[in-house]
């Protein structure tokens, strides 16, 4: 009879430092696996204590919880499938990603990270000390060899694997989304398979986790490269993959390929996943926001009524003499196209009171951008006054573009708890409008159809703090800025290298000014749903004082 062997892919969304909770999806994955006649549940990188952990990785008394989970884990799931579960380590003085081996009631073998990330949204080596690599592990008739994440990007770790008698690679991955992040990873693993002859099973959890949201995407794939199996993206899935011994090898029995989206839907369902765990995680139900009339609060509307559904979310319309007739129509419409519920609260008796204490001291000094910012501080005080009454995360919607450049007010606009739009350039919000409008599916919960009227997206941006304001008063058209801002920012370009692409030397140098001279904002303001490989937080980190600038 051909040998077979059973392993059951346990693509979960752990809560970091929820060891009893995450402890209870692992049992209940086991008894899965068990029901389903498996050899093994494998789970993903640092599954039980969650990932990233960045310093509470560090305190002991974490540390310690943490091994304990795992060896309890292991002593409940005796008898059934083996165990392969990510955790850390505490050797002597070295502290190390690993991944635990578990069958018959004990821990039979612990293995270390070897590879550790210290590039984009990754500072494992402040944390955690290299391993050795690792030994294959045998579990009934089959040698198994895990990289750890990191270990499977590059080829030393699973070819020695391979050397030492690994007859397939189980890759545990906590492995963030970003765009067109998929592509890359099946890449590099399909090299890894190519460079050993070997199958190989990338196992990835998934849900938000503070700006990060780790997809899913779980794979595997045959010598020859082809993807034989795939799990879905941002989703829980249990799925049993069967392998069976042939004159060539071991090789994964082929079954379901779950699609990937494509960019656009992508980078939606991670905002909408980002704010429903980080809302779910930090245990806030409910939402609220300053609903402008414009895009940008627009988009964030729809996104949490697709999170956490319309009736958690409250809109909020604060409107000054300055405010249009158009955008109180809008506001409106958005909220009931929805179904969110919209309150107003007019600032302009608020901002006259304001005016009125200030003027002693302003007194023969011409208004100025302080008089337009006073606007939205004082819609930061009203929002954060709801948010304590009720308990609802006041959240902020200032897209890439204008968080970039500093077009924003502290203490005002950037008042909030979470952004779900903060790594989406202006140019993208609108097309994002777009696609939402004509799509949905069935993990949003806000209505079908259009959820917004067309002239949200069509007019043009406008802050409205004064007479007849638009945003192309103070930046230049977001086509050409989102241009410069990519290449300063997401490519780390030269001035010279911008203008080469054929924009005027003087409003590059301007937007680079604005870029470095905004840091302290972004410093203070809100996380939000990472989408590229240059967000704003762990991906790109500059010192706040900075006199350099790019003149050559």
């Known amino acids: ?87 850390l380590t505490v050797e002597g003085d070295k502290l190390y990603n690993s991944y635990w081996i578990c069958e018959g009631g004990t821990v039979t073998a612990r293995l270390h990270k070897h590879r550790l990330p210290n590039e984009d949204v990754f500072d494992e080596v402040r944390v955690y000390d290299s391993g050795p690599i690792s030994e294959p592990y045998q579990i009934g008739p089959l040698r198994i060899g895990s990289p750890i994440c990191e270990d499977s990007w590059h080829p030393e770790v699973a070819a020695a694997l391979a050397g030492r008698g690994a007859e397939i690679l189980l890759v545990p991955n906590g492995s963030p989304y970003r765009r067109d992040k998929h592509a890359l990873r099946q890449r590099l693993m399909r090299e890894r398979v190519a460079e050993t002859g070997l199958p190989l099973v990338y196992l990835n959890m998934w849900g938000g986790q503070d700006d990060q949201v780790f997809d899913g995407c779980s794979f595997a794939v045959n010598p020859g490269g082809k993807i034989v199996r795939q799990l879905g993206f941002v989703s829980d899935d249990v799925t049993h993959l069967d392998f069976e011994r042939t004159s060539d090898g071991w090789r994964a029995v082929p079954g379901d390929v779950v699609p990937v989206p494509d960019a656009y839907e992508a980078d939606y369902r991670v905002m909408v996943q980002a704010l429903r765990d980080y809302c779910a995680k930090t245990g806030f139900g409910k939402v609220l926001l300053g609903l402008s009339g414009g895009i940008d609060s627009a988009l964030v509307a729809v996104i949490a009524a697709d999170a956490l559904g319309p009736e958690n979310v409250r809109c909020v319309m604060l409107p000054s003499e300055y405010t249009s007739r158009e955008s109180l129509e809008d ?109 949905h599916r069935d993990w949003m ?20 703090l004064r007479p007849d304001q638009k945003d192309e008063d103070s930046l230049p058209p977001y086509a050409v800025l989102d241009e410069i801002l990519h290449m300063l920012i997401d490519e780390d370009a030269s001035v010279a290298q911008v203008v080469a692409l054929g924009h005027d030397r ?45 003149r050559r």
């Open 445 to 464: 919960m806000g209505p079908e159809g259009p959820v917004m009227p067309e002239r949200v997206i069509d007019k043009p941006p406008s802050a409205e």
């Open 1 to 87: 009879m051909t040998d077979r062997f059973r392993l059951t892919l346990a693509q979960l969304n752990p809560v970091v430092g929820d060891l009893a909770g995450n402890a209870a999806k692992a049992r209940a994955a086991w008894a899965d696996a068990k029901a389903a006649g498996s050899d093994l549940v494998a789970f993903p990188e640092m599954f039980i204590a969650g990932y990233q952990l960045q310093d509470l990785a560090s305190k002991p008394a974490f540390q310690c919880d943490v091994m304990m989970t795992v060896e309890e884990l292991a002593r409940d799931c005796a008898d059934g499938p083996a165990i392969a579960m990510g955790c």
């Open 506 to 550: 003087a409003l590059v140098e301007r937007v680079e000014k604005l870029i470095y001279i905004s840091e302290y904002k972004r410093s203070q303001s809100a996380p939000g749903t990472r989408l590229t490989k240059r967000a704003f937080w762990l991906d790109r980190r500059y010192p706040i004082v900075n006199r350099w600038r790019d």
């Open 331 to 439: 506001a409106a419409a958005v909220a009931k196209m929805l179904g969110c519920q919209l309150h107003e609260l007019p600032i302009s008796g608020p901002r006259q009171a304001v005016t009125e204490v200030l003027a002693p001291l302003f007194e023969g000094m011409a208004a100025d951008v302080t008089e337009e910012n006073i606007q939205s501080r004082l819609r930061g005080v009203l929002l954060m006054a709801l948010s304590n009454k009720f308990g609802e995360m006041l959240l902020t919607t200032g897209n890439k573009s204008e968080v970039a450049v500093g077009y924003a007010t502290i203490y005002g606009d950037m008042s909030g708890g979470f952004n779900p739009i903060k790594d989406l350039y202006k140019t993208r919000v609108f097309e994002t409008c777009r696609w939402r409008n004509t799509h």
